[in-house]
């Protein structure tokens, strides 16, 4: 059984930083996703198992996603925070074969996911 257990629960101040963790790793693709509050889900950033990166527009040049294989952990480093980056933040894993991109727009297609820790970001 697939277990994702993020860490990295914060608060901090427009323009701070943070950083999530996942124990999990491996897969051919894992992604973290966000919740705000009243709305859906939004695929913030994935990676592939060849470690191609992809990331939504908004977060682009201030997020950062890796994994580290030996550790087997997920990681997503977030910069230059805004208030409209609160959300509750989800790791997920995909088994499948589809474009691992493409899962950002698609977090149904998710196979697994962890129960989310939340960011709060004050202005």
């Known amino acids: 059984q697939v277990h994702l257990v993020e860490s990295g629960p914060g608060s901090v101040q427009a323009g701070g930083s943070l950083r999530l963790s996942c124990a999990a790793s491996?897969?051919?693709?894992m992604a973290w996703f966000r919740q705000a509050p009243g709305k859906g889900f939004e695929g913030v950033a994935a990676?592939?198992?060849?470690?191609?990166?992809s990331y939504a527009d908004s977060v682009k040049g201030r997020f950062t996603i890796s994994k580290d294989n030996a550790e087997n952990t997920l990681y997503l480093q977030m910069n230059s925070l805004k208030p409209e980056d609160t959300a509750m933040y989800y790791c997920?894993?995909?088994?499948?074969?589809?474009?691992?991109?493409?899962?950002?727009?698609?977090?149904?297609?998710?196979?697994?996911w962890g129960k989310g820790t939340l960011v709060t970001i004050s202005s």
């Open positions: 997920a894993a995909y088994f499948g074969d589809w474009w691992c991109p493409l899962l950002l727009g698609n977090p149904d297609a998710m196979d697994y």
């Open positions: 990676i592939a198992y060849d470690a191609t990166m």
């Open positions: 491996g897969y051919p693709c």
